[in-house]
């Protein structure tokens, strides 16, 4: 692993790639898109880190409002080894787990990205996800020589298998009582999150934040489901990230 001191980035965290290490560095701590969804929170509030990566959501938001609980569901263990160490590090109270969020208990095999973390999923795709980073460097004004010699091997594919875990499992096993935030970025993998919380775990959640990838249709259905089950919602989209189908949606209860 890797040191942010080696980037010269005031926030000391860990890391495996240094590109994807300044990329969530911006979008949170710099362009800070989780500020919203911190308001409100209190000490002693619950926060769910679905996608939680090396952790950098959870040092924000700890930072912003500290005394939160944290749960860190993330599948990866790349990622797992720098999550730890990052928490330790900033003395967060959070519990890891080792598994991706999903519709239903179990296991599944599954391809990732060993060079590119943060667009890896349970729903990889190495076409589609490559022009999409294509289209957010483009937006940024890098030229086509560049962007092939950027994202040259960062859509190469291993095989790994996790654990399936349910949302509902976790506010059990933990006996939670309320969940003040919700964060969710798991690469299109977001539908499956919410069906696997139960009718009765829904009224815990006070918001949601969601990055949701809305090709093939996959933004209606959430919107609906977060309609259902008396949340209001709100859709926008980073300029950068236009023509690449990736909305945020920040939900709160009615």
């Not at 294509?134 to 298998?161: C, H, M, P, Q």
Request: with cysteine.
């Amino acid at each position: 692993m890797k040191s942010s001191r080696e980037l010269n980035l005031p926030v000391d965290f860990d890391f495996h790639d240094p590109g994807e290490a300044r990329a969530l560095y911006q979008e949170i701590f710099v362009d800070r898109c989780y500020a919203r969804a911190a308001s409100g929170l209190k000490a002693g509030d619950v926060v769910f880190d679905v996608g939680a990566n090396i952790g950098l959501t959870t040092l924000f938001l700890h930072g912003f409002c500290p005394g939160l609980r944290f749960f860190c569901v993330e599948p990866l263990p790349l990622a797992i080894s720098a999550l730890r160490e990052n928490i330790v590090r900033h003395h967060v109270d959070a519990t890891i787990i080792e598994a991706a969020a999903a519709a239903t208990r179990g296991s599944t095999a599954f391809s990732y990205y060993p060079a590119n973390s943060v667009m890896s999923g349970l729903y990889s795709d190495a076409e589609a996800d490559r022009a999409v980073a294509a289209r957010y460097l483009r937006n940024i004004g890098v030229d086509r020589e560049s962007i092939d010699v950027l994202l040259d091997r960062k859509f190469d594919t291993a095989e790994s298998t996790c654990t399936l875990v349910t949302l509902s499992d976790v506010i059990e096993a933990h006996r939670i009582e309320r969940v003040g935030l919700l964060k969710v970025d798991v690469e299109k993998s977001e539908r499956d999150v919410l069906e696997g919380i139960g009718a009765e775990h829904w009224p815990l959640i006070e918001r949601i934040a969601l990055e949701v990838h809305a090709q093939d249709g996959r933004l209606d259905p959430i919107m609906q489901v977060l309609a259902a089950h008396g949340f209001e919602a709100d859709v926008s989209q980073n300029a950068l990230l236009e023509g690449t189908g990736i909305f945020d949606v920040f939900a709160t209860r009615l």
